[in-house]
């Protein structure tokens, strides 16, 4: 008559978890960034049991990492407290970038060709190169602008002498627009017209990309038949966000002729060609390629290595655009805000100007015999594939 009160193996003691109330639990959480918990967001495509054991799937709208590894943190810290401290738990997650037309995949009216300048690593002059080819492309006859995507190391209000300039607002269409600054026939929007130079620009992923979206789609830019985009160094969340939000025409990779600068080059001409990505590489243009004393003009020094870049686009199978000279006045024009492309007669002047011929040969080349670029969308994490809108 006392048979219930025997011991009972442990493993008999084991319950199966309940569906129903692991999704109670689950409605507690949200995901960084929306204001509907797990459950009601659509989030929590669905939740199997198997005893202690629950499978999670979860469907995540953004590829940053952070916030997928926070989302199945708070899964499993909710599940074992308020569920069973005993649950083993499984989460198998999944991107799906959802469409958003208002800031996404958007051409912008009067853009005829947008070119992305990148680097693999920082202090190679991408910047530099930058404003040089946009004031060879304005001396050329043609109207550009520069879109300084660099967030956390903007440098074209020094490189264009506009430091102290904000843009204005505009009524266009009855939208109130932001008016581009001008300087030297080329039209530039910076994240450092909003902040003070001594400010750090401190950011996560989705403010900084938030600030681009501003830049790019709430400006009046009117016609251009080049935008430069000057990107940050590496390959990351900005370059992913420029990718999903515009056409990108083409990328042009600056890098220094030294080991270290090309591996991390290779890395961006990677980035650019994978499948997820997919945007044209126009070309390798090496900065800083040698040395040129004044008193000795014939002989040429190649301190960081000799014809690094060059072998690399040999290697890549893609253009070499040129090399540009260590010469002093390059980086004196830089810091004084007037691009050393603007001296005439210099040495300088003479050789953005082959390097911009050969850009814009290869944007000709590029529109003659590839079909036109679409903004990417990101369906799974980084390195995984991705559709065309």
């Avoid at 918990?37 to 990492?65: C, K, Q, R, Y």
């Avoid at 899964?75 to 999944?94: G, Y």
């Avoid at 202090?123 to 930058?130: A, D, F, I, N, R």
């Amino acid at each position: 008559m006392f048979w219930h009160k025997m011991p009972i193996e442990k493993s008999k003691l084991k319950m199966k978890l309940d569906r129903k109330e692991i999704l109670k639990a689950l409605e507690t959480i949200t995901i960084a960034g929306e204001g509907k918990n797990m459950v009601e967001s659509g989030a929590i495509a669905n939740v199997i049991t198997f005893g202690e054991e629950v499978i999670v799937d979860l469907v995540l709208h953004t590829p940053a990492m952070h916030i997928k590894k926070r989302a199945e943190e708070d899964i499993k810290k909710t599940i074992l407290e308020l569920v069973s401290p005993d649950a083993k738990i499984k989460i198998n997650s999944k991107v799906e970038v959802a469409d958003k037309p208002e800031i996404k995949g958007k051409s912008i009216p009067g853009i005829k060709n947008i070119i992305g300048v990148a680097s693999g690593k920082g202090g190679v002059g991408k910047s530099t190169v930058t404003a040089n080819l946009a004031v060879s492309l304005a001396k050329m006859g043609f109207s550009v602008g520069i879109l300084d995507a660099d967030i956390y190391g903007p440098s074209m209000p020094i490189m264009f002498d506009v430091e102290s300039e904000k843009p204005i607002s505009v009524t266009v269409d009855g939208k109130s627009k932001m008016k581009p600054v001008e300087s030297y026939e080329v039209k530039i929007l910076s994240i450092g017209f909003f902040t003070s130079p001594s400010q750090a620009v401190i950011w996560r992923g989705p403010m900084a990309s938030k600030a681009l979206n501003q830049m790019i789609f709430d400006a009046d830019w009117g016609e251009l038949d080049f935008m430069l985009i000057d990107l940050p160094p590496g390959t990351g969340d900005i370059h992913l966000s420029i990718v999903q939000s515009l056409p990108i025409t083409g990328v042009v990779i600056v890098s220094t002729p030294q080991a270290v600068a090309l591996a991390d080059a290779k890395k961006g001409v990677s980035m650019f060609m994978s499948e997820a990505i997919n945007v044209p590489v126009l070309g390798i243009i090496e900065n800083m390629a040698y040395f040129t004393p004044e008193e000795l003009p014939e002989n040429k020094y190649y301190i960081f290595g000799k014809e690094g870049a060059r072998n690399l686009a040999e290697d890549l199978g893609v253009s070499f655009l040129g090399e540009v000279p260590i010469v002093q006045s390059i980086r004196e024009a830089g810091d004084y805000g007037r691009p050393a492309a603007m001296q005439t007669g210099s040495i300088i002047e003479t050789v953005f100007e082959g390097i911009t011929r050969n850009v814009v040969q290869e944007v000709v080349s590029r529109n003659e015999n590839l079909p036109a670029t679409e903004a990417v969308k990101i369906t799974t994490m980084a390195g995984c594939s991705a559709v065309k809108k």
